[in-house]
């Protein structure tokens, strides 16, 4: 590994007049050291090594040169983190030919956060016995000519957000940590192990796109990164830690059989913004977890459950909900408590759970349903749909007969919300689950 401040084509890549190979031809990994104040010597400086990052090769005269070279980029923030993104986006320190260059940042496999990255300090180190560093390094080359990119096939299913340089980054990063965690390529690899590596070469490509589609490039505004472990198992969506809000709705898409839900309220309660969680087992029935239970929240619950076993062929096919015992909780981030009149979300809640399939991010889903599977009319859309701009939903999905009274809502409140209709619960399941 070398490490360096300022670079020239010429130190880089090939000397033209010498004919002596660069860096990336005698070292592992190439490291630009505060590289904000890296700069080439020569215009085409950037589109060579951007050429180079695609494909391992570059052209220096009539010749095309091969090599190995990886390229590690290290930069510090002269604000927070919090700030960097209101101000811009997290691969601003790069020097300004690349800052803002997309094409530049998708050959970027991942992005490390340094802030996540524990300080040196003497709890960190071994009492045991190490390697000498020269041999572990020779250990680390020798590595590099392996691949451990197979032990996905078959057991990992990587989501269709994915571009092919994604997978592409994504596949080398898993290999890469498999081989720190099982140097031995015959040892077997756990789920546990697979897992971890595949969520964090998700995160660290993902905090990449996530620059790419700040500076506004439509082609990239597709983030939400997930996988599949087992051709049974359930999709999970990955996203980067500085993006996630616990509390807040934002727009990824929530683990199956969770959705968000807006209550028009009550007699005596106003609207409120719940989040409704729902696992699924084996047994039968289903079982709220709240104690005591609102007894409004009861009703809709039992609606939705009377919905899901009568029609069950629209709305699972042939999975039958009967033999699965469904646990519901309500959580409430409002005054409002009851859970009045929020059957509809119930309903999808139940079907995403059985199903294995998630709810879009970022959409609020509105209405009851009767036992008999009328939808029943709601009387505050307008108030709704401004709670649910408040509360930063993108989407909102109401019964088709709020469709009139909407026409009061402002043109501002209109403009922040992307508002559906449906016109059963076969209707709203469809439109909110992810594609």
Not at 79 to 95: A, N, W
Not at 128 to 135: M, R, T, Y
């Amino acid at each position: 590994m070398t490490v360096l401040s300022k670079a020239t084509v010429a130190r880089m890549f090939v000397n033209n007049s010498s004919g002596q190979r660069g860096l990336v031809c005698q070292y592992d990994v190439v490291c630009f050291d505060e590289v904000s104040g890296v700069s080439f010597d020569q215009k085409d400086g950037v589109n060579i090594m951007k050429g180079y990052m695609e494909s391992g090769e570059f052209s220096r005269g009539k010749e095309s040169i091969r090599a190995d070279g990886s390229i590690v980029l290290v930069g510090n923030f002269d604000v927070d983190v919090e700030h960097q993104q209101r101000i811009g986006h997290l691969l601003g320190p790069l020097p300004p030919e690349m800052r803002d260059d997309t094409a530049f940042m998708d050959r970027i496999h991942g992005f490390l956060p340094g802030w996540d990255v524990p300080k040196m300090s003497p709890a960190l180190f071994t009492q045991h016995f190490g390697l000498v560093s020269d041999f572990l390094s020779e250990c680390f080359t020798q590595l590099r000519n392996q691949s451990r990119v197979s032990t996905l096939q078959g057991r990992v299913f990587l989501g269709g957000a994915l571009s092919g340089r994604d997978l592409n980054a994504v596949n080398k990063t898993v290999s890469g940590l498999l081989k720190l965690l099982h140097p031995d390529a015959e040892a077997a690899v756990s789920d546990e192990d697979l897992e971890w590596a595949v969520r964090l070469a998700l995160e660290v490509r993902r905090r990449v796109k996530e620059q790419q589609k700040r500076i506004g490039a439509a082609e990239f505004r597709n983030t939400h990164f997930s996988y599949t472990l087992g051709a049974e198992g359930v999709e999970k969506f990955v996203t980067t830690p500085e993006l996630r809000s616990q509390e807040g709705i934002g727009d990824e898409p929530l683990e199956s059989g969770q959705i968000w839900t807006l209550s028009p309220g009550a007699a005596d309660e106003h609207p409120g913004l719940f989040r409704l969680e729902v696992t699924e087992g084996a047994g039968s029935g289903v079982r709220v977890l709240n104690k005591p239970v609102p007894p409004a929240f009861q009703e809709s619950v039992r609606c939705a459950e009377q919905n899901l076993y009568t029609r069950a062929t629209q709305l699972v096919g042939d999975r039958d909900p009967r033999s699965h015992e469904f646990s519901v909780q309500l959580r409430g981030f409002d005054a409002a408590k009851s859970g009045a009149k929020t059957g509809v979300a119930c309903l999808i809640a139940l079907s995403s759970a059985l199903l294995r399939k998630s709810v879009r991010g970022g959409l609020i889903v509105v209405g009851e349903v009767s036992i008999g599977g009328t939808i029943e009319p709601v009387h505050n859309a307008v108030t709704l749909a401004e709670m649910a701009v408040e509360k930063g939903a993108k989407s909102l999905l109401m019964p088709v007969s709020c469709r009139r009274q909407l026409f009061d809502l402002s043109d501002d409140m209109a403009t922040k919300l992307d508002i559906e209709f449906y016109q059963d619960g076969r209707d709203a399941l469809l439109k909110a689950l992810v594609d």
